[in-house]
């Protein structure tokens, strides 16, 4: 069994949004979601994730061999903040990665254009990181790879992408 990808329309693009450490304990959730519905899109997927530093390291493996990778994995994993905690979302929609990078601003926020998100609300540390808010898919490729990596095909409201049935055995905490 499985489904049957709903990415199918033309230009309807999925993108992986995550609220970083900072915009959690700077209270911006509010801001940066009202900033994200301009854009018109559609939330697919929403959920706080507590960073482990394997997930952190696997999001950003295309860093890593950058001088600034180890604080950008602690930056993720929430070390520089109260916040242990990032917020994920998907957004789905026409055009939906380029929309959502040209509302999030450049990577750097201090030369990201000041009414973008990063710009608005991003900074830089003296230890030279770049606190910059959210995090939001490149291209199609990066944005299906960063999805699957955070998000199980159940938690998004509608299928995105080819699934496949198997049965798993691992034990899980469940409710009691
Ligand atoms: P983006 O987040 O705009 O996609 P990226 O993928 O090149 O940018 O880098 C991922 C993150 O790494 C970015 O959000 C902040 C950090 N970073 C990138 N370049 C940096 C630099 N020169 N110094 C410090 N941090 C940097
Ligand atoms: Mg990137």
């Known amino acids: 069994m499985g489904t049957k990808p ?3 329309k ?3 693009e999925a993108t992986l949004i995550l609220i970083k450490p900072d915009g959690l304990a700077k209270s911006l959730t509010g801001n940066i979601l009202t ?3 301009e854009t018109k899109l559609e939330i697919a997927a929403a959920k706080c994730v507590r960073v482990s530093r394997e997930l952190a390291k696997e999001h950003y493996r295309a ?3 950058k001088p600034f990778f180890p604080e950008l994995i602690k930056y993720l994993m929430g ?3 109260n916040r242990k905690k990032v917020m ?3 957004y789905v929609g026409e055009a939906a990665i380029q929309r959502v990078r040209e509302l999030s601003g450049a990577t750097n926020p ?3 254009d000041p009414t973008t998100i990063r710009g608005q609300y991003g900074r830089i540390t003296t230890k ?3 606190e910059n808010v959210i995090h939001a898919s490149a291209s199609s490729t990066e944005a299906e790879r960063e999805i699957k990596l955070w998000f199980e095909p159940q938690e998004i409201i509608f299928p995105l992408y080819p699934t496949k049935t198997a049965k798993v055995t691992t034990q899980k905490e469940i409710w009691k």
């Open 110 to 112: 201090e030369e990201a």
């Open 79 to 81: 070390k520089y903040h």
């Open 6 to 8: 709903a990415l199918k």
């Open 88 to 90: 994920a979302l998907v």
């Open 63 to 65: 860093l890593r061999d």
């Open 128 to 130: 030279g990181v770049y």
């Open 35 to 37: 900033r994200l519905s």
């Open 10 to 12: 033309k230009k309807i």
